[in-house]
C-alpha cells in the first residue's frame, strides 16, 4: 500500500482504531506516511512515535544503571494500548528476561505482550518459560510460526520443547525437522528429561586418537565455527569408541607434530546415556568440567552435556523442594486462572483437613476434662505449636541432608540419637520455662507439671517422626517433601493434644 | 627404622597397640617387614594387608556399578581401628566426596578420617566443606599443614578459604602466600564472597586486539599449559583497556592472518567486580556463557569468573531459603555437639513460644465462652490449621517469586487480587464443609455456621497475610524466608481464635 493511501485510510478511522493501526506499522515507513497527514494528526502519531524513541533512551539510561523496571514500562505501554512501543522493549531483551517478564504479567496482558514477541526468538522464550506457562503460549502460535521458531532451537532445547508439548503437537514439531535431525531428536527423546540423555545435545565434535595436532587444527578451520559452548573436543579411535576428551586449552599450547593421543585427558570418562540428573552433576563436580561427552552402551559418543544445563537442573531441583513442602506444582503458573489455582491448592487444604479433624477428634476425646478446667483449652495450642516446630526442624534438616548425602544408610542412628538429644534437651528447658509461665498465668501448679510433661514428651516424638518420616517415604520411593510435612504435624498434633489432655485427665481431676 | 627392629618392636607390643601401630607403616614397607615376624603375628598382619586389598577390590567392583557405600566402609573399618584402610578408600575418593564423607560422620570420627586425608589434598576437601566443619576441621591441621595444603589451591578458593577462617589464622594464611599471590589475593579479599569480586579468580589470559590469530597461537604455546576451565581469552587494546572476549572455539577455527580486532566478541561485556552474585548469574545466562571477564571501574581485566563457581553460588542461596524457613543454618553441622545445636534451635523455639503464647493469649480471652460450650475447644484448632496451611502457601509462592523475578513492583496488585479471589473460593468451599461436618458431629447449626464463617475470615487474611508479610519484609531489607512463616503463623493463629471464639461469644451465648 501506498504511504498516502495508508494515511488517508487513517485519517478516516476514529481515534483508538487509528492508533491501533499505527501500531502495527513498521517504524521504517512511519517516516512515509506521516507527510501525507493532516498537521494534527502528524503531530499526534509522530509524537507517539517520539515516545518510543523517548522510552527507549530511558531503558537504555536504565540498563545502564542495571535495574530497569521493564514491567511497569511494558504494562503502562499496554495501558495505553501502544503495542509498537512493547514490540520495541522486548526487542532490546533477553529471552531469558522476556520469560521472566512474561511469567509476571496476568494471562490477558501477556498474550498481548506475547503477540510482539518476534518469530525468530520465540522458541528460545519459550525454552526459559515453566512449563505450564510454555505450553499454552506454544499452543496461541500457529503451527507454522512453531515450527519456525523451534528450528532455531539447538536440539537439546528441541527436544526439551517437545518434550513439555501435548503429545499430538510435538509428534507435528517432531516430523517438521528434517530427516537427519528428527533421527537424532528422536534418539534423545528416549531419555528422560533429567538423565544425561535427556540433558545431552547433539553437536559434538569428534577427532581420531592418531592425528597429529596440526591436522586437528586444520579440520577445525574448515569448520569454520564450532558450536556454542566448546571447550572440549571428543577423541575416538579408528572404531569410533571414545578415548577421552581433548581441552581446546589443550590444543591451542601443544606442540604442532604431537599426536592427539599423548595430549587427550582420559579421566574425562564418557558418562552413559542413562545417568541420573544427580550422577551427571557429580561428575561435574568432580572433574571440574565445562562439558563432558555423552556415551552410549558400545562407548560411541552420542552427544554432549555442558554444565549450565547440569546447573539448571540442580536449581530446579531444589525449587522444587520448596515449593512440594507447601503443596504448590513449581511449574504452575502464578497467574494461572483463579478456578485453576483455587482447585489445586483445594486439594492442598482437604489433605490437611484429615489433619486437622484426626487433632480434633483427640480434643473432641477429652470434652469431659476441658469442661473441668477450661485453662486446658487455653494452653493446648502451645503444646502442638512447640512440636510441630521442633519436628519440622529435625524434617527439613534430614530432607537437605538425604538430597546433599549427608544423611546416609551408616548415619542414620547416630542422626536420631542426636535429635533425640537435642529435643530432651530443648523439650526440658522450654517445658519448664513454659510451666512457670501457665503456674504464673494460672496459678496452679499441677497444671504446669502437666503441661511442661505434654511438651518433653511431643518434642522428643517430633525428633522421632522427624527423623523417620522422610527416612520412610524416601524408602518408600515417595519425595519426603511433598508429604513430609503434612504427615509430621499430624503426629505432633495428635501426640501433643492426647499428652496434654490425658495427662490432665489423669493427675489433675 | 630398619624392618627387623619394627618387627621387633611389633612383637613386644600388647595386640590393640600393635594393630594400631601397624596401621601406621608404609605399605610397600609392610612386605619388608613381615618376614621378621614369627610366624602367627606374620599371618595376623598380612592377613590385615590382604583385608585392605580385599577391601579395595571390593570398592572398585562397587564402583564400577556407580554406587558405594563409603560411609559404611569406613565407619566400618574405624570400628576395627583400621585407619589405613580408611586411607586407601579416601586416596580413591574425589575431595568432594571426602567432603561430603566428613559431613555425614560424626565429630570423634570426622578427625580420625581427616587425620587420614593426604595434606596435598585436604585443601580441595575444606573448600568443598560447609562452613562450620570447614573452620572446625582447618584448625585441626598444623600450621605448616594449612598452609601447604592451601598453596594446592587456585586463588578463588584461597580467597573463600581465608574468608571463612577466624581472621588471625586467616591473616597467617595470606602471609605464608607468595608477595605477588598476596596481592592478588588481597584485592580479591576486598570484594564481599558473593560478588563478582569475591567470586572471581585471577588467572586471566590477556591478549591485545591488534595482533593476529598466528601470534596469539605461538604466545599461548609460549605459556605451554592454561589455567583450568579457560574457554575465553580477554582482548584488551594498547592501554590495557578489556575489548571483549576471543572464544577459543574461535580461535582455532579462525583464519592464521586475521586481526584478534575481528574476532573477538563484544557482547561478552566485562562484569563489574561490585555486582552482586544474582546480576552475575543473570550475565551468565543472558549470554551463555561458560566464563566471563571481571573489570575494576578503570575497564581493565582483574579477573574471571567460570560457571560452576555461580552455579554453587546460586544452588546455595535457594539451599539457605529452605533451611532458614525452618530456622536453620545452612551452613551449620549437622553432627554439631548436641549443646551447641540445642541452643541454635532453642532460640527458634523461644521466637515461636511468642506466636504460641499470643495465641494462647487470646483463647484466654474467652474462657468464660469456652466453658460455656466445650464444643469451641475442639475445634478451633481446625481454624488457626487451615489458616496456616493457606497463608504459607501464599507465602511461599510469593517468596519463591521474588526470587525468581515473578513477582515484583508491577504486579504486586494483581497477585493479591489473585490470592484473594482463590482465598474467597477456597474459603467458602471448605467454610461449608467444615460446618456441616460440625454440625453432623455436634448437632449444633450455630456452631457450623460460626465455624464456617471463622474458616472463611481467616483464609482472607492468610492470603493477605501470605501476600503481604514478603514484601514488607523484602523492604526492610530483611530476608522474608527467615521470618515470614514465625509472623504469619502469629497472624493466621491470632486471627482464627479471634474471629472463631469472638463470633461464637457474640451469637451463640
Chains 1, 2 share one sequence.
Request: aromatic share 4%; with cysteine.
Amino acid at each position: 500500500m501506498h504511504p498516502a493511501k495508508v494515511a488517508a485510510l487513517l485519517e478516516l478511522l476514529e481515534n483508538d482504531k487509528r492508533l491501533a493501526l499505527w501500531q502495527q506499522i513498521d517504524p521504517h515507513r512511519e517516516g512515509r506516511i506521516l507527510p501525507h497527514l493532516n498537521i494534527t494528526l502528524r503531530r499526534e502519531l509522530a509524537g507517539d512515535s517520539a515516545d518510543a524513541q523517548h522510552a527507549r533512551q530511558e531503558a537504555q539510561l536504565d540498563s545502564s544503571k542495571g535495574e530497569v523496571n521493564h514491567l511497569e514500562a511494558i504494562r503502562e505501554a499496554l495501558g495505553l494500548k501502544k503495542l509498537k512501543r512493547v514490540g520495541k522493549i522486548l526487542h532490546r531483551m533477553h529471552p531469558a528476561k522476556v520469560a521472566g517478564l512474561l511469567e509476571a504479567l496476568p494471562p490477558e496482558e501477556r498474550l498481548s505482550v506475547w503477540s510482539m514477541v518476534e518469530t525468530e526468538r520465540a522458541g528460545k522464550v519459550l525454552i526459559y518459560l515453566h512449563d505450564e506457562i510454555r505450553v499454552a503460549l506454544a499452543l496461541e502460535l500457529d503451527l507454522e510460526d512453531l515450527i519456525a521458531s523451534a528450528s532455531q532451537l539447538e536440539l537439546d532445547d528441541r527436544v526439551d520443547l517437545i518434550q513439555s508439548l501435548p503429545s499430538e503437537l510435538g509428534a507435528k514439531l517432531l516430523r517438521a525437522s528434517s530427516a537427519s535431525q528428527r533421527s537424532q531428536l528422536e534418539s534423545m527423546l528416549a531419555y528422560p528429561e533429567d538423565s544425561a540423555g535427556g540433558l545431552m545435545n547433539a553437536d559434538v565434535i569428534q577427532v581420531r586418537a592418531d592425528v597429529k595436532v596440526s591436522t586437528v587444527l586444520r579440520y577445525l578451520r574448515l569448520l569454520e565455527t564450532l558450536p556454542p559452548q566448546t571447550d572440549l573436543l571428543m577423541v575416538v579411535d579408528r572404531k569410533g569408541h571414545y578415548q577421552g576428551g581433548l581441552r581446546l586449552s589443550v590444543l591451542v599450547t601443544a606442540d604442532l607434530e604431537r599426536p592427539v593421543a599423548e595430549l587427550l585427558d582420559s579421566a574425562i570418562v564418557g558418562i552413559a546415556a542413562s545417568a541420573s540428573g544427580s550422577e551427571v552433576d557429580q561428575r561435574f563436580k568432580e572433574l571440574d568440567l565445562l562439558s563432558a561427552p555423552v556415551v552410549d552402551e558400545d562407548n560411541r559418543v552420542i552427544g554432549r552435556i555442558t554444565l549450565d544445563d547440569v546447573a539448571d537442573l540442580m536449581r530446579e531441583d531444589s525449587e522444587r523442594t520448596l515449593m512440594q513442602m507447601a503443596g504448590l506444582d513449581d511449574e504452575a503458573d502464578i497467574f494461572a486462572p483463579v478456578l485453576v489455582s483455587s482447585r489445586r491448592r483445594a486439594v492442598w487444604l482437604g489433605i490437611n483437613l484429615i489433619t486437622a479433624f484426626s487433632a480434633a477428634w483427640v480434643i473432641g476425646l477429652f470434652q469431659a476434662t476441658l469442661e473441668q478446667l477450661v485453662a486446658l483449652a487455653v494452653l493446648m495450642p502451645i503444646v502442638a505449636s512447640m512440636g510441630g516446630i521442633a519436628g519440622s526442624q529435625t524434617l527439613t534438616l534430614v530432607i537437605r541432608g538425604l538430597a546433599l548425602g549427608q544423611v546416609q544408610k551408616g548415619n542414620f542412628r547416630i542422626l536420631l540419637n542426636r535429635e533425640l538429644g537435642i529435643s530432651i534437651l530443648n523439650g526440658v528447658l522450654w517445658a519448664v520455662v513454659i510451666a512457670l509461665l501457665a503456674v504464673a498465668w494460672f496459678g496452679h501448679w499441677g497444671l504446669g507439671a502437666v503441661l511442661g510433661s505434654a511438651i518433653l514428651i511431643n518434642l522428643l516424638c517430633a525428633a522421632l517422626a522427624g527423623w523417620g518420616i522422610p527416612l520412610l517415604l524416601e524408602r518408600m520411593g515417595i519425595d519426603p517433601a511433598l508429604a513430609g510435612s503434612v504427615i509430621l504435624t499430624t503426629v505432633t498434633d495428635i501426640v501433643g493434644f492426647f499428652a496434654f489432655l490425658g495427662l490432665a485427665s489423669l493427675l489433675l481431676l
